[in-house]
């Protein structure tokens, strides 16, 4: 199994930028495709985007262009570089690998 821990959320405005990551335990962090999902208060949890192992990515409409997800393998961390953020951005974002799941981190954009 799996751990993963997400850092990176927080207060940001209109149009600014985040960098999220995942660190996940274990030495088969390489072999594993990896997602970002995120979910909004009042509403289901959504995919972001997700990166095979290796490195193919795909991206949910609404965020491409402006997110990019990318993986360290020597640092068993997956990341989301989130720009031009928009107040619909914000929900906890939440990392997935191995069919876990990490605690979520907060973003909140404001307009």
């Known amino acids: 199994q799996v751990q993963l821990v997400e850092s990176g959320g927080g207060l940001v405005q209109f149009g600014g930028s985040l960098r999220l990551s995942c660190a996940a335990s274990?030495?088969?962090?390489?072999?594993?495709?990896m997602g970002w999902y995120r979910q909004a208060p009042g509403k289901q949890r959504e995919l972001v985007a997700t990166?095979?192992?290796?490195?193919?990515?795909n991206y949910a409409d609404s965020v491409k262009g402006r997110f990019t997800i990318s993986r360290d393998n020597g640092k068993n961390t997956v990341y989301l570089q989130m720009n031009s953020l928009k107040p619909e951005d914000t929900a906890v974002y939440y990392c997935?690998?191995?069919?876990?799941w990490g605690q979520g981190t907060q973003v909140t954009v404001s307009s």
């Open positions: 997935n690998g191995a069919d876990s």
């Open positions: 990166i095979t192992s290796t490195g193919r990515t």
């Open positions: 274990g030495d088969i962090f390489k072999w594993l495709p």
